[in-house]
């Protein structure tokens, strides 16, 4: 007897749940396709209590073909992005999205705002997960929250992000990354969905060193003092001295090592114009022409030339470092429906070709051929491969004492 493509024959009946017992259900709508089936249902509550924290709970009673016998199973999912909670007028709510390092702007999110007109979408740009969990923990509430490898601990510690479930994310097994184990917790469930990505190396003026660099180690040639930038992030500065001395492992480095950094650094304090606070304050040290040389990412470097200036990111011999950022969905979520809906988006070709066009790397292989030209080669989510992608080391504390001691310089 052949197993059956399509084990159901017909539906008796379904319920959806709701806290006060007054949840309505339209017929649902059975349909065959490929290899499959679907169910689809409408349903509606009076007083609105049908759950959109963790989302609808629903009972589906079902007739089986009588080709179907006892041991043999049949995968049952539910299409999270199909899945949304509309009020009375047929809108979805409301969403907050928190976003880190790199605000997007309309032109990321525009296409999802026209694509879900009825979703409202709000959006708080914090400087750090760090900012986003003290928020967080103060009561500020949002749906979606970016996440970063190199320091997502204080929303870890917190208890604020939640597992999610990758089968809900059409694009997830073809994403950069999505394979790596700092998505995951330790049970091996994934905590936040890759959605962007950016080498970090070198940032040199062209016009001022023609001959170019090619190490980390330049950063500290006294043939450049007064004229280099470093970024002001505690563990890249420390990570990008250690390797400049050797290090190979420069997010997991002992006490020993991190000292060892904090001291070169010290030794060379007078090797640098300014350390950094943001990607906006580093173009504009190139732009008023203090700096030639800083470590940077490429859509900082992007960003540069994109104002006229002649610069270009140079991968160092050393290796480049590479920060990976994706979205959460926060333990407190009110819109999980939503949630998964907005994460698709970011997931999609089209979204991650707009990424790649904005310089960074385009998570999504998909994505490449709608890149325009001239941003493939960094889009190109095959230059994380060689790259070494930036996690937070169990001893942050002591990076970010040693940073500490180096600005008081």
């Known amino acids: 007897m052949n197993v059956p493509l399509r084990p159901v024959t017909s539906l008796f009946s379904a319920t959806v749940y709701s806290q006060r017992g007054d949840s309505v259900v339209r017929p649902p709508d059975l349909r065959a396709v490929a290899d499959s089936q679907t169910v689809s249902m409408d349903f509606s509550s009076r007083s609105a209590t049908i759950n959109s924290i963790d989302g609808p709970l629903a009972a589906v009673l079902v007739r089986l073909s009588p080709t179907v016998v006892p041991g043999q199973t049949f995968d049952l999912t539910v299409d999270l992005g199909r899945t949304s909670l509309t009020d009375e007028a047929g809108r979805q709510g409301g969403i907050y999205h928190t976003h880190v390092r790199y605000p997007l702007g309309d032109r990321y999110l525009d296409p999802f705002r026209e694509a879900n007109p009825d979703l409202e979408l709000k959006v708080a740009t914090f400087d750090s997960n760090k900012a986003a969990a003290a928020k967080l923990a103060g009561g500020f ?13 204080p929303l870890l510690a917190r208890g604020l992000i939640r597992p999610l479930d990758p089968r809900g994310i059409k694009e997830f097994d073809k994403l950069a990354f999505s394979d790596k184990p700092e998505v995951r917790n330790e049970a091996g469930e994934v905590l936040f969905v890759p959605a962007s990505a950016g080498p970090h190396g070198l940032i040199v003026d062209t016009a001022a060193i023609p001959e170019g660099v090619d190490s980390y180690n330049d950063l500290f040639d006294p043939a450049y003092a007064g004229d280099v930038a470093l970024e002001a992030t505690p563990l890249t500065a420390i990570a990008i001295t250690a390797m400049a001395l050797g290090a190979e492992d420069p997010t997991n480095l002992t006490d020993e090592q991190v000292e060892e950094a904090k001291q070169y650094l010290l030794d060379n304090r007078d090797n640098f114009r300014a350390f950094a606070e943001s ?11 203090e700096v030639v040389l800083a470590d940077g990412g490429r859509g900082t470097t992007q960003a540069m030339v994109d104002d006229g200036l002649a610069v270009e ?12 950022c994706g979205l959460a969905i926060t333990s407190k979520a009110q819109n999980i429906p939503a949630a998964y809906k907005l994460i698709n988006y970011y997931a999609s070709p089209e979204a991650q070709a707009i990424s790649g066009d904005m310089g960074f790397v385009a998570m999504n292989p998909d994505a490449m051929p709608l890149v325009s030209k001239d941003y493939r080669e960094t889009a190109d989510p095959r230059t994380l491969e060689t790259a070494i992608a930036t996690t937070e080391p ?9 940073w500490q001691e180096v600005l008081a310089q």
Not at 279 to 286: E, H, Q, T
């Open 394 to 402: 169990p001893n942050a504390e002591v990076y970010e004492r040693a």
């Open 279 to 289: 990607d906006s304050s580093m173009v504009n040290l190139f732009k008023s022409g």
């Open 313 to 324: 990111w140079v991968a160092p011999k050393e290796g480049a470092l590479s920060w990976v």
């Open 141 to 153: 509430e949002a749906d979606v929250v970016e996440v970063c490898t190199d320091e997502m601990a």
